[in-house]
């Protein structure tokens, strides 16, 4: 049995209702106004009425604080507040009024400045609750009914339509489903399960309606497990102590120390007054909150919602980043990676086919089929008598032709060169989209979900930050993950993860060192609260990842967190040099009052000198750090969204150049001489002009931002290798008119050449869009 005396329980009862979110600014405004007509009556001759508004700031000063102190005591830590509660009873004991006001102002701003920092802090999962199904269809031998879903029992036949989530784990009874799986794997490509293959609970299904047999309940169902394991992941995060109390330990038995000691050797109370008025922590309790308000604000103005002053203050601590795939390092969204045109076919006129005959379906990867001929601007036709089969593609008529596009059939025949987009979409992790046209395989769209433009440079920025261990956790398969990790240079990956296996990845890497996780998904949320600091990417990612993190990037850019990393950490260091600095002077003047050198009024005066340099400080985090992100002036902004639009506009002419290699390897005859020819006609009519704009147009305007023209110089030897290989080319051109054919002895060099170039076009195309594109909000 609990027995609680009905003091401590009307003591709690009082600090509760002291302490509220209302609170802090309604005391700074006593305060100020307080101190501000004890001045007035000060100055028109009234010493006893300004004694008495100084002694009614102060006094409504001391409840709040004692209910403050009594609140950190309960919790089993004594704050910097109690220094304060002191000082303020010493100075209305000892009759030094003005003291104790500027004293109570001083508190009553530091605690507005950090409710500000924390007001944000929101760790509810209520939208992941929310997505969770109530009820399911089951289907009886009296029809198909609505039940609840705490209903369902493990073998209760389900009917799942379009576009509904799995209610509860199970087993496929149709012939096939079509599954949108990316809440729990991250995943954004659309699986297909046939009969029999086992279902989670919280997928989505992307075709048509088919039949589950439930082989679990709800509670034991995987979205149910994930909803636990956000819940207590989220629990054991325990609370960001106060920067301050991290120095109190120390300071408070030091303060009370030196006042007494002053007391007893000069038998004066108000010496030792005056010792606790200048030891009032305002450094501390102002230093730490301005600081992590002025990196809150930095970081909002880029896009960066961080929940509270701890989150920052972690931030800035952290050592090690765990990042998933999908969404984060990648576009989270596929995207054309080549055409493949089988023989008589352009690889041009085959994505407008696909993307003609597309236009009408709702699959992702159509979508990228379509929004890629878009972006270059071909011409669609509109298709007629379309059909779509849920995991086999779409069929129609396209300016006369029976056209389909989707999957080939496992006895459809696939000539020599279907064959080699089987071997390439293995190699590249790519996804494969089969054009046929008339019955008859006529090309090929490779897609993949391909990185961000500025992963790399973000993850170099991190390692700059002070993180020192990058993994990534993903849901993907080993062999993709494993490439992608290699590109970025990270130091781990762990592939094929659930979100139970995300948490206890998430949990190890906690026992080494301060961890961030940063993910956009469903299935990262649980990963996401078991982080010290958790990071959503808010722009297109989960509602749920985003209640669940710390940390919320609402652009849909992951250099942002690289910003956020360096703005904690400045921020950190801005608010420890303030808080020591502050502590310094303090001491200072505690060693000038015990000598009798500081009267309490004049150490309140002093304290408010201190103060202020204290702020002045830490409002530095205010400031922009140009040496993690350089300025860009609103020119080069402009050429660099013109220039990168245009590398979407010359994936064609880069296909051309590897589609007219492979036709030289294939058969080098007239036909293979006439795609050079078109591929020549490209480069010179398009891909020249651009390279030679960019070099006299939007290099010069990045110089100044980059450190000079040295910082391109690189690139600029790029554009040189790219010319010399065209002007190759063409050489090759002009000797074949001359002998009207290609001789053999020129084939192995031209190859050579169209494979060359490819190589450079395509790595100086990334390095492009990795090191000067992704410099543009």
Same mark, same amino acid.
């Given at each position: 049995m609990n027995h609680r005396s009905p003091h401590t329980a009307g003591l709690r009862r009082l600090s509760a209702a002291v302490v509220s979110p209302r609170l802090e600014p309604v005391l700074l405004t006593v305060t100020a106004a307080a101190l501000t007509s004890g001045g007035i009556a000060w100055l028109i001759g009234d010493g006893s009425l300004a004694d008495r508004f100084w002694g009614l700031g102060t006094l409504s000063a001391v409840v709040p604080a004692v209910a403050w102190v009594l609140s950190a005591l309960r919790h089993g830590h004594a704050g910097v507040d109690l220094i304060a509660v002191l000082a303020l009873a010493g100075t209305l004991a000892v009759h030094e009024y003005l003291a104790g006001a500027l004293i109570a102002l001083m508190l009553a701003t530091g605690r507005t400045l950090e409710a500000a920092a924390q007001r944000r802090a929101s760790h509810d999962l209520r939208t992941l609750l929310e997505r969770a199904p109530r009820s399911a269809r089951r289907r009886t031998d009296a029809g198909v009914a609505t039940v609840p879903l705490a209903e369902v029992t493990a073998g209760?036949?389900?009917?799942?339509?379009?576009?509904? %989530? &799995?209610?509860?784990? *199970?087993?496929? !009874?149709?012939? /096939?489903?079509?599954?949108?799986?990316?809440?729990l794997t991250g995943e954004p490509l659309q699986?297909?399960?046939?009969?029999?293959?086992?279902?989670?609970?919280? %997928? &989505?299904?992307?075709? *048509?309606?088919? !039949?589950?047999? /439930?082989?679990?309940t709800e509670q034991d169902s995987t979205y149910a497990g994930i909803v636990r394991l956000a819940q207590q992941a989220g629990a054991e995060s325990a609370p960001v102590v106060r920067l301050a109390d991290h120095y109190a330990a120390w300071f408070f038995p030091l303060s009370l120390s030196v006042a007494g000691l002053a007391w007893l050797i000069s038998g004066s109370a108000v010496r030792a007054v005056a010792v606790?008025?200048?030891?009032t922590p305002c450094p501390l309790l102002l230093a730490a909150p301005v600081a992590i308000v002025s990196g809150l604000s930095r970081a909002s103005r880029l896009g960066v919602v961080i929940r509270d002053g701890g989150a920052l203050e972690n931030l800035g601590r952290a050592r090690t980043c765990l990042l998933d795939k999908t969404g984060t390092l990648t576009r989270g969204r596929p995207r054309v990676l080549d055409v493949t045109a089988a023989p008589g076919l352009t690889p041009k006129e085959a994505l407008r086919l696909a993307a003609s005959l597309d236009q009408y379906s709702p699959h992702v990867l159509a979508q990228a089929i379509v929004d890629t001929a878009r972006e270059r601007?071909?011409?669609?036709?509109?298709?007629?008598?379309?059909?779509?089969?849920?995991?086999r593609g779409a069929t129609g008529t396209v300016d006369g032709h029976r056209v389909s596009i989707g999957r080939l059939g496992p006895a459809d025949a696939r000539p020599t060169w279907a064959r080699a987009v089987d071997n390439r979409a293995l190699l590249d992790g790519a996804a494969v989209a089969w054009l046929t046209v008339d019955g008859r395989p006529a090309g090929a769209v490779l897609l993949r979900d391909p990185l961000r433009h500025d992963a790399p440079r973000t993850l170099r920025l991190l390692r700059a930050a002070g993180i020192q261990r990058l993994l990534m956790l993903t849901g993907d398969r080993s062999a993709p993950a494993h490439e992608?990790?290699?590109?970025?240079?990270?130091?781990?990956?762990?592939?094929?993860l659930g979100p139970a296996d995300k948490v206890a990845a998430v949990r190890a890497e906690r026992e080494r060192a301060i961890t961030v996780m940063v993910g956009d998904g469903v299935n990262d949320a649980p990963a996401l609260a078991a982080a010290d600091i958790g990071v959503a990417m808010g722009a297109r990612g989960s509602t749920a990842s985003s209640e669940a993190a710390d940390i919320v990037l609402t652009t849909d850019r992951v250099d942002r967190l690289a910003d956020a990393v360096t703005i904690a950490g400045r921020a950190r260091r801005i608010a420890v040099q303030s808080a020591l600095g502050g502590m310094l002077m303090s001491l200072a003047a505690m060693a000038a009052a015990a000598a009798g050198l500081l009267p309490p009024a004049a150490g309140a005066l002093l304290q408010e000198g201190i103060d202020v340099a204290v702020i002045l400080n830490a409002l530095r985090a205010l400031h922009v750090d140009h040496a993690t992100r350089p300025a860009i002036t609103p020119a080069a902004e402009a050429l660099i969204h013109r220039f990168a639009a245009e590398h979407d506009e010359l994936q064609d002419v880069l296909e051309a150049v590897r589609a007219a290699a492979d036709r030289l390897s294939d058969a080098p005859g007239p036909a293979a001489l006439a795609a050079v020819e078109e591929t020549h006609r490209l480069l010179t009519e398009r891909l020249l002009p651009h390279e030679h704009a960019e070099e006299h147009e939007l290099y010069p305007a990045l110089a100044p931002t980059l450190g000079g023209p040295e910082a391109t110089a690189t690139m600029s030897r790029a554009h040189t290798e790219i010319e010399r290989l065209s002007r190759r080319i063409a050489t090759h051109l002009q000797l074949a008119r001359a002998d009207g054919r290609l001789a053999p002895g020129q084939l192995d060099d031209l190859r050579s050449c169209l494979y060359g170039l490819n190589t450079v076009l395509r790595l100086h195309f990334t390095q492009e869009e990795e090191n000067y594109f992704s410099l543009a909000p």
């Open positions: 209760d036949l389900l009917v799942v339509g379009p576009g509904e %989530v &799995v209610p509860v784990d *199970g087993r496929v !009874e149709s012939v /096939a489903a079509v599954l949108d799986e990316s809440v699986v297909e399960r046939a009969r029999d293959e086992m279902v989670r609970s919280g %997928v &989505v299904n992307a075709g *048509g309606a088919f !039949e589950l047999r /439930a082989t679990a606790l008025v200048v030891a601007r071909l011409q669609l036709s509109v298709p007629s008598d379309v059909t779509e089969e849920p995991g992608v990790a290699t590109v970025l240079g990270l130091d781990d990956v762990r592939a094929e």
